[in-house]
């Protein structure tokens, strides 16, 4: 197990110092896992989260037709002509992409809203990275607020019988949900302080951008009907919210072929998806999968339930805390699923109900990834669609925004369970 945690810990390491190379790194410490044993190869697909690669594929390609059709940049001037200055067009996309969070994957959630941040970007001529990096961890934020809004979220339903309806009032008390938009409130007053330099006036428009074709905003609002009823399906596979990604994309792509009669309708989408971010979290993927196999992760847990002692409080802030630590370096799914038998083991030591303990867990794994620029797929995802627009996004660059926004999500919420289920 040590030999596994030294390779984790390199990798992330290299990782954070050479952001260029993260890709490699990824894929470099993935086959050492793989040569040295620590991943067996009988756990090598299973290890994949297939789900979340097809759903970025697909989506990044969809996205695309999206962009292609204009429909992003009459967003833009939709959006440009209700607020007042770059401060508030900041503040407003990052929480209208919590909206859509809150309902669909995170990681879908900034594909289709980081075009419309472009847009805005190249119109007023300012820095697109921080615009994205507040839409990435927005999306984060939100993805605890709803049974469907994120994996970690549908895997607490399903182990402690949640239905959608519980994440708004559960036991006679207000859900998560309320705590999630608590710490929306006061993440948006931050990431308005955060972007309190940039108050360049936006120039009122009276022409929006003409939409060539409406199809592909069609498609983009199929797949977010489709996302959100595939939710509700039981036994369904696993693959099923990237299957309806890919599928909608491949619609797109004969649609702009029948329309068009060129190749271009094909290669240029494909040619849209960013390999690298989906080769970086291929290698993660497998990165975890090795440290889980190697017990790494059981034994972060077993060490988290010691900290506690007999202390309920203690015990209750430890696991929000370590959680938010732990999140912000390794994929919060396996983590999650790990601490979800040692919470309700702690409980039921303890006699109290571990209602507080799920909340806590899930808030705190969910937030963490905030803290990194690799600790949450859609932060990666939004530096890969940055890095494709030529710019490069410093670990300072992220943190600045990702650090101080995870505390002021965070802490409400903390305060909000313990008076609420303690």
């Given at each position: 197990?040590?030999?596994?945690l030294?390779l984790?810990?390199?990798t992330?390491?290299?990782?954070?110092?050479?952001?260029?190379?993260?890709?490699?790194i990824?894929?470099?410490?993935?086959?050492?896992?793989?040569?040295?044993?620590m991943?067996?190869l009988d756990?090598i697909f299973?290890a994949?989260?297939?789900?979340?690669?097809?759903m970025?594929?697909?989506t990044m390609?969809?996205?695309?037709?999206?962009?292609d059709?204009h429909?992003p940049?009459r967003?833009?001037d939709?959006?440009?002509?209700?607020?007042?200055n770059?401060?508030?067009?900041?503040?407003?996309?990052?929480l209208?992409?919590?909206?859509i969070?809150?309902f669909?994957?995170n990681?879908?959630t900034?594909?289709m809203?980081?075009p419309?941040a472009l847009?805005?970007?190249?119109?007023?001529?300012?820095?697109p990275v921080?615009?994205?990096?507040g839409?990435?961890?927005?999306?984060?934020?939100?993805?605890?607020?709803t049974?469907?809004g994120d994996?970690?979220?549908?895997m607490?339903?399903?182990?402690?019988?949640m239905?959608?309806?519980?994440f708004f009032?559960?036991?006679g008390?207000?859900?998560?949900?309320?705590?999630?938009e608590?710490g929306?409130?006061?993440?948006a007053?931050?990431l308005?302080w955060?972007?309190?330099?940039?108050k360049k006036?936006?120039e009122r428009?009276t022409?929006?951008t003409?939409?060539?074709?409406?199809?592909p905003?069609?498609?983009l609002?199929?797949m977010?009907?489709?996302?959100?009823?595939?939710?509700?399906?039981?036994s369904?596979?696993?693959?099923?919210?990237?299957?309806i990604?890919?599928?909608?994309?491949?619609i797109?792509?004969?649609?702009?072929?029948v329309?068009t009669?060129?190749t271009?309708?094909f290669?240029?989408?494909?040619?849209?998806?960013d390999?690298?971010?989906?080769?970086?979290?291929?290698?993660l993927f497998?990165?975890?999968?090795?440290i889980t196999h190697?017990?790494v992760?059981?034994?972060?847990?077993g060490l988290?339930a010691k900290?506690?002692?007999g202390?309920?409080f203690?015990i209750y802030?430890?696991?929000v805390?370590?959680s938010?630590?732990?999140?912000?370096?390794?994929?919060?799914?396996?983590?999650?699923?790990t601490m979800l038998?040692?919470?309700?083991?702690?409980?039921s030591t303890?006699g109290i109900d571990p209602t507080?303990l799920y909340?806590?867990?899930?808030?705190?794994?969910?937030l963490?990834?905030n803290m990194t620029?690799?600790?949450?797929?859609?932060?990666?995802?939004g530096?890969?669609?940055?890095r494709r627009?030529?710019?490069?996004v410093?670990?300072?660059?992220?943190?600045r925004?990702?650090?101080?926004?995870t505390?002021?999500?965070?802490?409400p919420?903390?305060?909000y369970f313990?008076?609420?289920?303690a």
């Amino acid at each position: 197990m040590i030999y596994a945690l030294i390779l984790f810990a390199i990798t992330y390491v290299l990782m954070l110092t050479f952001s260029k190379y993260r890709p490699y790194i990824a894929l470099g410490s993935a086959l050492v896992f793989i040569l040295t044993g620590m991943l067996p190869l009988d756990q090598i697909f299973t290890a994949i989260d297939w789900n979340v690669l097809l759903m970025i594929a697909g989506t990044m390609g969809l996205v695309q037709l999206f962009i292609d059709s204009h429909m992003p940049a009459r967003l833009a001037d939709m959006i440009m002509t209700k607020v007042p200055n770059v401060q508030m067009a900041a503040v407003a996309l990052a929480l209208f992409a919590g909206i859509i969070s809150a309902f669909v994957d995170n990681v879908a959630t900034v594909l289709m809203v980081a075009p419309v941040a472009l847009a805005i970007c190249k119109k007023l001529n300012t820095n697109p990275v921080p615009f994205i990096i507040g839409i990435a961890v927005s999306s984060n934020l939100q993805g605890a607020a709803t049974l469907v809004g994120d994996t970690t979220a549908i895997m607490l339903g399903s182990y402690a019988d949640m239905s959608f309806l519980d994440f708004f009032w559960y036991k006679g008390r207000p859900g998560i949900f309320f705590a999630v938009e608590l710490g929306a409130v006061v993440s948006a007053l931050i990431l308005a302080w955060l972007f309190r330099k940039e108050k360049k006036p936006i120039e009122r428009t009276t022409q929006l951008t003409p939409v060539t074709d409406y199809v592909p905003t069609v498609l983009l609002a199929g797949m977010i009907v489709l996302l959100i009823s595939a939710s509700f399906l039981p036994s369904k596979p696993d693959i099923t919210n990237g299957l309806i990604c890919v599928t909608l994309f491949v619609i797109g792509m004969v649609y702009t072929y029948v329309r068009t009669r060129k190749t271009e309708a094909f290669t240029g989408p494909i040619k849209s998806i960013d390999f690298e971010t989906i080769g970086l979290l291929l290698g993660l993927f497998l990165v975890i999968g090795g440290i889980t196999h190697m017990g790494v992760v059981d034994a972060a847990a077993g060490l988290l339930a010691k900290m506690g002692g007999g202390n309920v409080f203690l015990i209750y802030t430890v696991i929000v805390w370590a959680s938010v630590l732990f999140s912000a370096f390794i994929d919060n799914i396996p983590y999650v699923a790990t601490m979800l038998p040692v919470v309700t083991g702690l409980a039921s030591t303890l006699g109290i109900d571990p209602t507080l303990l799920y909340f806590g867990l899930l808030s705190g794994a969910t937030l963490g990834g905030n803290m990194t620029p690799i600790g949450a797929s859609a932060n990666i995802t939004g530096i890969g669609i940055l890095r494709r627009e030529g710019y490069e996004v410093k670990n300072s660059d992220f943190c600045r925004i990702g650090i101080p926004f995870t505390l002021a999500a965070v802490i409400p919420a903390y305060i909000y369970f313990w008076v609420l289920f303690a």
